[in-house]
Structure formats: C-alpha cells, structure tokens
C-alpha cells in the first residue's frame, strides 16, 4: 500500500490529539487529586464509589441525628434541674409552714410562694429544643403545660427516636406526665398535685394540715425528688450513649471516607510523573512531525 503525504499528516494529527487528550487527562488527576472523574475512568470503581457515597451520606445524616437528641438531652437535663431545685425550696418552705410558731398570715405568705413554684415548674416543663416541646412526648408542637392555667397534662405518651446507627434507635425524651402529672387528680402524687397539696395545707393551718406538712407532704416532695433524680439518671444514661455513638459514627465515617479516597483518589506521584512523561511524548511527536512531514510540491507552487 502507498503511503502517501495526507495520510502521514493525518496519522499525525491523530496522535497529537490523542496526545493532548491524554496529557488532559492527566493534568485533570494531578489537579483534583482523584483519579475517576467520570465513570468512563474506571466503571467498576465509580460503581464502587457510588455505594461508598451513599454510606458516608448516611452516616452522616445519623451523626445529625446524635447531635440533635445531645440538644435534647441537654435541654432535659436542664429542664429536670430546675424542677429539682424547686422542689428543694418548696420542701424548705413546707417545713417552714409546719413549724408552729408561724401565723395563719406567715403560711397564707408561703402558699402564695407554692403557687408561684407552681408557675415556675409548668414554665420549666416546657422547655424546648428549637421549636419542639421536650417534655410533650411526640406532640413536640404542643405545650406540656399551660402557665396560669389548669395543671392538666398536655402532651402525650410518645417515645421520641432518633436512629444513631444502622438499625440503632434510642429514645431521647422524658415524659412530663411522669414528672409533673396533671395536678391534684386521685392518685397522681407528683409534683405539681404535691405543691397544690402544701398549699392547700398551709392556707387550711388546721392541726392535721400542720400533720400532713410535716408528714405526707414533705414525704411527697422527697418521693417526687427521687423520681426526677430518676429520670436525670435514663438522660444521663441517654446522653452517655449518644457520645459514644458519635464516637463510633466518627471512626466509621473516617473508615469509610479512606475507602472512598482509595476508590477514586489519584496517586499524586505517580499522577505527576505520568503527567511529565505525556508532555514529554507530546512534544517529541510534534519534533518528530516536523521533521516527517516535509514540504510538497503544493507548498512551492503558493
């Protein structure tokens, strides 16, 4: 077969351009520091890469989801500590009361600082994370209790859970008819039917009002103490958990993130020295075509 001057010009420029494709290539690794760009790079390990993507957004949509029960979990702890240290003052005040040597006038004064506690604990329970009640169960829009209104309970009995990982759900909430209750109804005995009682109590100042302070009030107050120290001690076990799947969440992610770096990143030495030696080919072929190439007949005759 005859080779002839075009179709050794056109050989050429079809080196040069796969050339300069492959130098493109190269310089695109060198620059983004991965080594698949498009899934035409390497199919098996975009596919790969994929998978390894799509696992690195779901761990980090649980890492989210750590950080917002920490939120409420401390948002309850906060919420159970100033309910405690209200009790703590209403148990001072009912012993107050109960001493004898106080007037009728002394203990209506100390009722109407009950009540205010009253006021302070359903303002207490209604604390929030954002703009969800933490204490309401899964009606997180509704408020637990209603400040100078009726002590009724207003949320539900929800469990509220967050996944922390693969197929790990907690429960992040406390429940504020478990706390609080809902008031002076027959066998409630929490805190809120407890302060009603001692104020009730101290307005009657009758001798078996001044017995039940002394007796099954401050008994109450100490039984609703317990039960929230109770309930901080499942936060805290809560919270604990939670630190520990962040923790966890944290290494899978770092785990994770190295595979995909293996998946798709360049190796930069190698990746520069491919980059030099694709320039070096490049410039050779266009030496090497100018010296094949010569001038024709045509290019006398311009």
Same mark, same amino acid.
């Given at each position: 077969?005859?080779?002839?001057?075009?179709?050794?010009?056109?050989? +050429? %420029?079809?080196?040069?351009?796969?050339?300069?494709?492959?130098?493109?290539?190269?310089?695109?690794?060198?620059?983004?520091?991965?080594?698949?760009?498009?899934?035409?790079?390497?199919?098996?390990?975009?596919?790969?890469?994929?998978?390894?993507?799509?696992?690195? $957004?779901? +761990?980090?949509?649980?890492?989210?989801?750590?950080?917002?029960?920490?939120?409420?979990?401390?948002?309850?702890?906060?919420?159970? !500590?100033? %309910?405690?240290?209200?009790?703590?003052?209403?148990?001072?005040?009912?012993?107050?009361?109960?001493?004898?040597?106080?007037?009728?006038?002394?203990?209506?004064?100390?009722?109407?600082?009950?009540?205010?506690l009253v006021e302070a604990a359903k303002e207490r329970a209604n604390a929030k994370v954002g703009d969800r009640y933490v204490l309401s169960g899964t009606a997180t829009t509704t408020r637990?209790?209603?400040?100078?209104?009726?002590?009724?309970?207003?949320?539900?009995?929800?469990?509220?859970?967050?996944?922390?990982?693969?197929?790990?759900?907690?429960?992040?909430?406390?429940?504020?008819?478990?706390?609080?209750?809902?008031?002076?109804?027959?066998?409630?005995?929490?805190?809120?039917?407890? %302060?009603?009682?001692?104020?009730?109590?101290?307005?009657? !100042?009758?001798?078996?009002?001044?017995? $039940?302070?002394?007796?099954?009030?401050?008994?109450?107050?100490?039984?609703?103490?317990?039960?929230?120290?109770?309930?901080?001690?499942?936060?805290?076990?809560?919270?604990?958990?939670?630190?520990?799947?962040?923790?966890?969440? !944290?290494?899978?992610?770092?785990?994770?993130?190295?595979?995909?770096?293996?998946?798709?990143?360049?190796?930069?030495?190698?990746?520069?020295?491919?980059?030099?030696?694709?320039?070096?080919?490049?410039?050779?072929?266009?030496?090497?075509?100018?010296?094949?190439?010569?001038?024709?007949?045509?290019?006398?005759?311009?």
């Open positions: 077969m005859r080779i002839t001057h075009t179709m050794l010009t056109d050989r +050429l %420029l079809g080196d040069l351009r796969t050339g300069k494709d492959r130098i493109a290539e190269a310089q695109q690794q060198v620059s983004t520091g991965r080594r698949i760009n498009r899934p035409s790079d390497d199919p098996a390990g975009a596919r790969a890469a994929v998978v390894q993507r799509a696992d690195l $957004a779901g +761990l980090a949509r649980q890492k989210d989801a750590v950080a917002e029960a920490n939120d409420w979990t401390d948002a309850t702890d906060t919420a159970l !500590g100033g %309910l405690a240290d209200l009790l703590h003052r209403a148990r001072e005040l009912a012993t107050q009361g109960a001493n004898g040597s106080y007037t009728q006038a002394d203990r209506e004064r100390i009722a109407g600082e009950i009540d205010q637990p209790y209603t400040p100078g209104g009726p002590d009724t309970y207003g949320g539900d009995t929800g469990a509220v859970l967050r996944e922390i990982g693969p197929g790990v759900t907690v429960q992040v909430n406390q429940l504020g008819s478990q706390i609080l209750g809902s008031g002076q109804t027959p066998g409630d005995g929490l805190m809120l039917d407890t %302060l009603r009682d001692v104020a009730q109590h101290l307005r009657g !100042g009758t001798t078996a009002d001044l017995a $039940a302070l002394r007796g099954a009030d401050l008994q109450g107050l100490q039984a609703n103490l317990d039960t929230i120290s109770t309930a901080r001690s499942a936060n805290g076990a809560t919270a604990a958990r939670l630190a520990s799947a962040a923790t966890s969440l !944290g290494d899978l992610e770092l785990a994770g993130q190295t595979r995909l770096d293996r998946l798709e990143g360049a190796d930069m030495a190698q990746a520069i020295l491919a980059l030099s030696t694709r320039q070096s080919a490049y410039e050779a072929a266009l030496k090497s075509g100018a010296t094949v190439i010569q001038p024709s007949l045509m290019d006398f005759l311009r």
